[in-house]
């Protein structure tokens, strides 16, 4: 078989934002390298961008299991900012400032990527990475593929409210899932044939008797079709191959389940092995257009 035959069509992984559902990926990665399926190219977003880095850099699955169990905690997102409180409440007295404001202090999440990534480069990746911010000042997807990996990670975790935006390229960055929480379009722009795009549901409350609950179900409403319209329309406008996976968690998943991260790994591998004869199918035609060429 020649050389061309042989090789597979370039394949993307885009992990979209989820929290600690994202560790999801693990199984998605392991489902992929059981079947012989390579990654040349992966994008992460918010909390999918810790995951999209790990796979980047080559951690196996135990690492990055580990790596889960310590970076997302309570512990490391819950500390409070209290000059961000005052601020919230006697803004005229305290002075607010857009590029300061945050509820939680980020000390103990920059301290927690720094034990895990180091002073990594994106572009130093062996698989090439791509993570994905939101512009503050407009609303534009950001995609952050070289320069320092801890600072883009923060960036593309910036939850707005809880954590400070990030400045970054003369740009005040914010979490990635508002202006797309799986963005496909980075990989299809990088040429990529095939993408492999896992995403995640926000769950809809249920008994809505308060009004923490009621915000809370707007959001969901508005992640869940936000999601769905961009998906819709990539798959539209472009001539890549997008599978798309998305894990049913018959057990609730909260934002800390940390405990749950093995039956996270397992749906998620679940849900790819569910993918792969589209994704044989895919090779194989491209390996029959190759020879008829």
Same mark, same amino acid.
């Given at each position: 078989?020649?050389?061309?035959?042989?090789? !597979?069509?370039? #394949?993307?992984?885009?992990?979209?934002?989820?929290?600690?559902?994202?560790?999801?990926?693990?199984?998605?990665?392991?489902?992929?390298?059981?079947?012989?399926?390579?990654?040349?190219?992966?994008?992460?977003?918010?909390?999918?961008?810790?995951?999209?880095?790990?796979?980047?850099?080559?951690?196996?699955?135990?690492?990055?299991?580990?790596?889960?169990?310590?970076?997302?905690?309570?512990?490391?997102?819950?500390?409070?900012?209290?000059?961000?409180?005052?601020?919230?409440?006697?803004?005229?007295?305290?002075?607010?400032?857009?590029?300061?404001?945050?509820?939680?202090?980020?000390?103990?999440?920059?301290?927690?990527?720094?034990?895990?990534?180091?002073?990594?480069?994106?572009?130093?990746? +062996?698989?090439?990475?791509?993570?994905?911010?939101?512009?503050?000042?407009?609303?534009?997807? #950001?995609?952050?593929?070289?320069?320092?990996?801890?600072?883009?990670?923060?960036?593309?975790?910036?939850?707005?409210?809880?954590?400070?935006?990030?400045?970054?390229?003369?740009?005040?960055?914010?979490?990635?899932?508002?202006?797309?929480?799986?963005?496909?379009?980075?990989?299809?722009?990088?040429?990529? $044939?095939?993408?492999?795009?896992?995403?995640?549901?926000?769950?809809?409350?249920?008994?809505?008797?308060?009004?923490?609950?009621?915000?809370? !179900?707007?959001?969901?409403?508005?992640?869940?079709?936000?999601?769905?319209?961009?998906?819709?329309?990539?798959?539209?406008?472009?001539?890549?191959?997008?599978?798309?996976?998305? +894990?049913?968690?018959?057990?609730?998943? $909260?934002?800390?389940?940390?405990?749950?991260? +093995?039956?996270?790994?397992?749906?998620?591998?679940?849900?790819? $092995? !569910?993918?792969? +004869?589209?994704?044989?199918?895919?090779?194989?035609?491209?390996?029959?257009?190759?020879?008829?060429?």
């Amino acid at each position: 078989m020649t050389g061309a035959l042989a090789r !597979q069509p370039t #394949v993307t992984l885009v992990i979209g934002s989820g929290s600690v559902k994202c560790a999801a990926s693990i199984g998605v990665v392991k489902a992929l390298a059981d079947a012989g399926i390579g990654i040349d190219r992966v994008v992460g977003c918010s909390g999918g961008a810790l995951f999209a880095a790990g796979v980047a850099f080559g951690f196996d699955a135990a690492r990055m299991t580990d790596i889960t169990l310590r970076a997302w905690t309570r512990k490391v997102t819950s500390k409070r900012n209290h000059m961000g409180m005052l601020r919230l409440l006697a803004p005229k007295l305290f002075g607010f400032r857009a590029e300061t404001f945050g509820l939680r202090d980020d000390a103990p999440m920059l301290a927690a990527f720094r034990e895990v990534f180091g002073d990594r480069r994106i572009e130093d990746a +062996p698989i090439p990475l791509h993570i994905t911010a939101t512009d503050f000042a407009n609303g534009d997807l #950001v995609e952050l593929s070289r320069g320092d990996l801890v600072s883009a990670l923060r960036a593309s975790a910036s939850l707005p409210l809880a954590f400070k935006p990030v400045a970054l390229g003369g740009r005040l960055l914010v979490d990635g899932y508002l202006a797309d929480p799986m963005p496909v379009s980075v990989a299809m722009k990088n040429g990529s $044939r095939v993408i492999v795009a896992l995403g995640f549901e926000t769950p809809y409350q249920e008994n809505i008797r308060s009004a923490g609950r009621f915000a809370s !179900q707007l959001s969901a409403i508005l992640a869940n079709n936000l999601q769905k319209s961009r998906v819709a329309f990539h798959s539209a406008t472009h001539h890549s191959e997008m599978i798309l996976i998305v +894990p049913q968690f018959k057990e609730r998943v $909260r934002l800390f389940d940390t405990h749950k991260v +093995p039956y996270i790994i397992q749906e998620g591998e679940a849900a790819a $092995r !569910q993918q792969l +004869p589209y994704l044989q199918a895919l090779f194989d035609a491209d390996r029959q257009r190759l020879a008829v060429a």
